[in-house]
């Protein structure tokens, strides 16, 4: 699972997805997922008051807000947009939960299910995790017991 997927299942869904995914894989069977670094707190970098850009179809005006995380890691992003150059360009507003989790809860919820954790990097090429603010990501690579 890549493009941080497993932020967007939120809550008692995540639990029940590893456990899906685990009685799926055969003995030996791998499961690879990234996830965004909580001790980087990337989301003070995503929220931005109204600005406009040019992208390949055209002006957008846009912000975004965040929800600062909750005890459990769950935030929530609030977009508005307005494509500019488009026959309609009233503004829609788009509203997303995204849930981090430390590398300790991601491992124990990873053995929990049976499945156990090989490595954790910081990057898809397998830079090992220290798990220091300066690691934005987290790649977890995981196998079924036999």
């Known amino acids: 699972m890549s493009a ?3 932020m967007h299942i ?5 639990p029940t997805v590893l456990a899906d995914i685990a009685r799926a894989l055969r003995p030996g ?20 008051p109204e600005r406009e850009r040019v992208t ?6 846009e ?3 965040i929800t600062p995380p909750d005890a459990d890691g769950a935030l929530g992003m609030h977009v508005r947009s307005a494509f500019l150059d488009a ?7 788009f509203s997303q939960p995204l849930q981090f989790r430390s590398a300790e809860l991601l491992t124990a919820q ?16 397998g830079t090992p995790f220290s798990g220091s603010t300066g690691e ?11």
Do not use: C, Q, Y
């Open 4 to 6: 941080n997927v497993a």
């Open 29 to 48: 069977g791998r499961l690879a997922f990234e996830s965004r670094n909580p001790a980087a707190e990337l989301w003070r970098e995503w929220a931005h």
């Open 87 to 93: 026959g309609d360009p009233e503004p829609f507003d």
């Open 10 to 14: 939120i809550g008692d869904a995540w």
């Open 110 to 125: 990873l053995t929990d299910v049976g499945l156990v954790v090989e490595r954790i990097s910081s990057d898809w090429v």
């Open 63 to 65: 912000s975004l807000e």
């Open 136 to 146: 934005r990501l987290m790649v977890f690579e995981a196998v079924k017991r036999a």
């Open 56 to 61: 390949a179809i055209g002006r957008v005006r």
